[in-house]
């Protein structure tokens, strides 16, 4: 046997260069609950930008082959995590209109205070599908769905795999790459004909809060873009590239960017926002409270707003 230790069989591994044990805890927690229908998990959301309260939970998604399996493992063990009815069959059914969201505490060792999270199911074909959500030819086609609901968390540069299936990655990466491109499009539709680089971070990083109805602090937009700024600056400039080889968009002598053609007016971005907008709201105020029971929707809405005041 050699020093490095064989990967399972399935490819199923913890990702070896997360920051914290805290990552580390919920990499093993999401491997245990999941299993080999795990295909990924992903950290995200405000602690991996840096800028979370205390009272933060931590943000999680869960990518599994088979969600009502998932649910099948999982109630009987975490039933508390789930609103009712506590039902496989009844939470699969609503995890066809995208992500499930779920809060647990998981323990941790030494005494320490569990960890809050908020975790997210989907499986890996409505998470591509959701990938694909963000323009409405896709949604006419059946190719996307959800909105910006699962394309809008992909689209930020805070997005961290801390498990996975190797076998099943490179579609998971390419479709996130698609949510980010497409992304990219409806934020051109905003800009002026000439824009910079720093105007079009601005507009990309808004899509998703402009997309959705939920309560968030002030600063909330302005602090992504300044924690990960370089970040958002070197992806937009890579997938222009793309655009720029399309013919779509061209790079000026001053540095800045001038579009061509094939972009949206912003007027077609606008009406696509308020159509995702609506869509969202019905799966914000009706279908979450079933996910996770009525008492736990009640109490994450609570924090949020005390978060938002105190910000």
């Known amino acids: 046997m050699t020093a490095i230790e064989a990967k399972p069989a399935t490819g199923l591994h913890v990702n070896p260069n997360l920051p914290d044990r805290v ?151 390419a479709a996130i790459h698609r949510a980010r491109v497409d992304g990219v499009r409806l934020a051109l539709g905003l800009q002026q004909t000439q824009f910079s680089i720093s105007e079009l971070v601005g507009s990309y990083v808004s899509l998703s809060y402009l997309a959705d109805l939920r309560v968030e602090r002030p600063d909330k937009i302005q602090t992504l873009i300044e924690r990960s700024r370089q970040q958002y600056e070197e992806l937009l400039t890579e997938i222009l590239a793309e655009y720029e080889a399309r013919g779509e968009v061209r790079r000026l002598d001053d540095g800045r960017w001038e579009k061509l053609q094939g972009i949206p007016t912003s007027e077609d971005v606008m009406l696509r926002l308020r159509r995702i907008r609506r869509q969202t709201a019905i799966i914000n105020f009706a279908k979450n409270p079933l996910t996770v029971g009525p008492i736990h929707a009640i109490e994450y809405a609570l924090g949020k707003i005390r978060r938002a005041r105190a910000a």
């Open 23 to 173: 990552s580390r805890t919920l990499a093993n927690e999401a491997i245990n609950r999941a299993g080999d229908n795990l295909v990924c998990a992903i950290e995200y959301g405000s602690h991996v930008t840096g800028d979370a309260k205390p009272s933060s939970s931590y943000d999680l998604i869960l990518v599994v082959e088979d969600t009502l399996q998932f649910y099948r493992d999982n109630i009987p063990q975490h039933g508390h995590d789930f609103g009712r009815p506590r039902s496989a069959r009844f939470h699969d059914a609503l995890n066809q209109l995208g992500f499930n969201f779920y809060y647990t505490d998981i323990p941790q060792p030494d005494g320490e205070p569990p960890i809050h999270v908020k975790y997210a199911v989907i499986s890996r074909e409505n998470f591509v599908k959701g990938c694909n959500g963000a323009l409405a030819k896709k949604d006419r086609t059946d190719e996307g769905g959800f909105g910006l609901y699962v394309a809008g968390r992909m689209q930020k540069v805070a997005v961290r795999p801390i498990a996975q299936n190797d076998e099943k990655m490179g579609e998971i990466d």
